[in-house]
């Protein structure tokens, strides 16, 4: 996201060498560097916002333990590799006439601010070459986020070679500091693990290409007071903001600091900077709090809907997606029949998925006919045109999938311009999904400009189309850019994405409030590179509930509710196989951005009614979910037969509790539920919800103030009383506590 324009301040320090301490605040958070000119730059602090003259002592006194570990390069804010050669650094590079040392010093410091935010520039010159750095940071005034970044630049003779080029580096003081990080695969995204961090290197890196979350995250969170709690503890959080390949990494040796990177992978990925180039990385988030993990999440949750999704204050439709309900198997008759049974149940939008698309080749598995973005008229005869009429008919919107980035060798598009495709030189082409799959190469302008017209076409034909749903299917498997020349092969994973965000800014910049879905084979794009051009993503192709509440809950760790499309599936589940209540599955898929991704015909008329009000009943807690504060309450990763989490609104008057039995065995015992967030002297009132028990909760309808429910909580009866037809293994609970 640009820096706002409106410029109210712009201050540049004066180049005197005194000591020159930086202050970076937030609300509740403040970084200190040390910043005096002719020296390196110095990392001070970063954590809670101090008083004055608390923070006068610090500098002061940092100021010796700076000179004790300067020598390490311990304390340098955006170490540089070649004098200081055993450690890790974040920058390196090869000058052009090949010295492989780079000596950053600070050269000035700039600031200027708008309304939100106030950004401080710290340029750094090496002592010996023309290089420049610029270290940036953007506080923000109403969101606890400074976000950190870097731009190279350099005026010497000849090109230079950037093999080393992180975003940020941050020193976190050693002690009982434990890692939270997600790993995973597809189906199964976004699963937490932590970890005290020892001695070595803990490094997490995306080499994908084109998807970064399948198998780990860009963002982390380092907990400073040992094993991770929700609700207490120093927590530092930090989300790369970037769509490709990444490497995070954290290094213990043996100083007082872990030192953590994050940036783009330098892997196959060294970078030809041209005299006069600028070179700029990828926005580290950084936020801290006192609050535990949760409170790290709120803090990230908030920024990120003022100002890293797209449309992030907007409420998210329910809708439903075609693609577990029908497949490849589109027809003008089955979509007006989904359409008119997700309006009948209270939706209010529905989804094409694959499959509508291909005239030569018509799409009917998932080997042919990407890149052919025309429709195919036996499958819809009466087109787009007649599917948004049946939209209107049925008082609902209508979306649409589509896989811009991606061709298959059996299309026209790949008949006209096999040179568009990401292909090694001299090679046969690994094909990916349906053994036909290619990329489209990105770097290069004209294959841009195709992609931005796919969406721009169909916007223009069809402007009533509400919400596109984008998919990403394939890997960059071959290293080659049949149009990046010879000597920028290197180039390529970076500039792929540098064509992806540009086409994405056209497509923002002309259709502002179109909803799109990032989907990369289920959730292998939930970053902060996407989102500034994306509502959500589809967390993933798996749509287990009980699954989906490990995977959910990873999630929430750092997007909020808005962006993870959450959906009631069948049961039996089509990844899992597991059969799964129907209430169950819809308060898991409550807990997200509610949708449905099932054939509604073959519902019974009482599911129907169930999810009906389901549905009827989330319109009312939409404004909680998707905009309240999220307090994790009970993990599904600590195996205490259950999980629970809550939602709170900012006003602290409206809070949705969820609690989902996670594994079920007779006369287990399992913790009773704590409650967090609310207002200890407000009296709320507890209503459930989806309720199928024939006696209603003993509680319901009665009022508690908000100490009792956090200090005392409420009992949540471990299985439903219900008809013998009805008992199953699954139990949850939805409340509605106001
Ligand atoms: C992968 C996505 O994750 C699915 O939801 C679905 O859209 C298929 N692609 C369609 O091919």
New binding site residues.
């Given amino acids: 996201m640009k820096f706002k324009q409106l410029l109210v301040i712009l201050v540049t320090i004066p180049n005197i060498a005194f000591s020159q301490s930086v202050t970076i605040s937030t609300p509740r958070t403040e970084l200190i560097v040390n910043a005096t000119p002719g020296k390196t730059l110095q990392h001070v602090y970063y954590g809670t916002r101090l008083n004055p003259s608390d923070e006068k002592l610090l500098t002061d006194i940092d100021g010796a333990k700076i000179d004790r570990f300067e020598s390490q390069g311990l304390m340098n804010a955006y170490p540089a590799y070649g004098l200081d050669c055993p450690n890790e650094v974040a920058f390196a590079c090869k000058h052009s006439d090949g010295n492989m040392s780079t000596d950053l010093i600070v050269d000035k410091v700039t600031t200027s601010s708008d309304v939100n935010a106030t950004l401080t520039t710290i340029s750094l010159k090496d002592r010996k070459y023309p290089l420049i750095v610029d270290v940036f940071y953007k506080a923000y005034s109403d969101a606890d986020v400074i976000e950190t970044w870097t731009s190279i630049s350099h005026k010497e003779k000849k090109p230079i070679t950037l093999t080393q080029f992180s975003s940020a580096f941050l020193p976190i003081r050693r002690g009982d500091v434990w890692l939270s990080s997600f790993y995973g695969s597809w189906a199964n995204e976004a699963r937490l693990v932590e970890e005290p961090l020892t001695q070595g290197e803990k490094v997490i890196y995306n080499r994908d290409g084109i998807r970064n979350s399948h198998t780990a995250h860009s963002e982390v969170m380092f907990s400073l007071d040992g094993k991770p709690q929700e609700l207490n503890g120093r927590v530092i959080g930090a989300a790369l903001c970037y769509s490709g390949n990444y490497k995070l990494r954290v290094e213990t040796g043996d100083t007082e600091y872990h030192k953590f990177f994050a940036g783009i992978n330098e892997d196959f990925s060294y970078y030809t900077l041209m005299p006069n180039e600028t070179f700029v990385t990828p926005a580290l988030a950084l936020t801290y709090s006192n609050e535990g993990k949760s409170g790290v999440s709120r803090n990230i949750h908030s920024w990120a809907r003022k100002y890293k999704i797209a449309n992030g204050n907007t409420e998210r439709r329910i809708l439903l997606?075609s693609?577990?309900g029908v497949?490849?198997d589109i027809n003008q008759e089955g979509m007006d029949q989904m359409m008119g049974d997700i309006a009948s149940m209270g939706g209010e939008l529905f989804v094409m998925?694959?499959?509508w698309f291909g005239d030569k080749y018509p799409r009917n598995i998932?080997t042919s006919s990407l890149g052919d973005w025309v429709v195919d008229s036996r499958k819809l005869p009466k087109g787009i045109e007649g599917l948004l009429a049946d939209a209107k008919k049925h008082g609902i919107q209508f979306g649409i999938?589509i896989?811009p980035e991606m061709a298959n060798t059996t299309s026209e598009l790949y008949e006209k311009h096999p040179d568009w495709v990401i292909k090694a030189p001299q090679r046969d082409l690994v094909l990916g999904?349906g053994g036909t799959q290619v990329v489209l190469d990105l770097s290069n302008p004209e294959v841009q400009d195709f992609v931005f017209s796919i969406v721009d076409n169909l916007m223009a034909k069809y402007p009533e189309i509400a919400y596109i749903?984008w998919?990403a299917?394939m890997s960059i498997m071959n290293h080659g850019s049949q149009y990046l020349p010879s000597d920028k092969q290197n180039h390529l994973f970076i500039e792929y994405h540098r064509g992806f965000s540009k086409v994405c800014e056209r497509i923002r910049a002309k259709y502002p409030t179109l909803t799109i879905q990032a989907?990369?084979?289920?959730g292998?794009r939930a970053n902060y590179g996407v989102l500034p051009y994306f509502d959500e993503f589809?967390v993933?192709?798996n749509t287990d509930a009980l699954q989906r509440i490990f995977m959910q809950w990873g999630t929430s760790m750092f997007f909020p509710a808005l962006t993870m499309a959450s959906h009631i599936s069948a049961s039996p589940n089509h990844q899992t196989h597991r059969l799964v209540s129907l209430k169950y599955r819809a308060d898991v898929a409550m807990s997200g951005r509610l949708g449905m991704?099932i054939q509604p015909k073959n519902m019974t008329e009482d599911e129907k009614i169930f999810c009906k009000k389901a549905i009827a009943d989330y319109k009312r807690i939409r404004p909680i979910v998707q905009f309240g504060n999220i307090y994790r309450l009970l993990s599904p990763y600590d195996n205490k037969g259950a999980a629970s989490l809550m939602y709170v609104n900012d006003e602290k008057s409206k809070a949705v509790f969820y609690w989902w039995r996670t594994e079920t065995f007779c006369n287990q015992h399992m913790p009773r539920v704590l409650m967090a967030g609310l207002n200890p002297d407000r009296i709320y009132t507890i209503h459930e919800l989806n309720r199928i028990d024939k006696q209603p909760l003993s509680y319901e309808g009665k009022s508690f103030s908000g100490k009792y429910l956090m200090e005392v909580g409420l009992e949540i009866p471990y299985t439903h009383n219900t008809d013998w037809p009805l008992q199953s293994s699954w139990s949850s609970r939805i409340l509605l506590i106001e």
């Fill in positions: 997606n693609w577990e497949y490849f998925d694959d499959g998932d999938w896989e999904r749903k998919d299917n989907c990369a084979s289920g292998g589809w993933s192709d991704e």
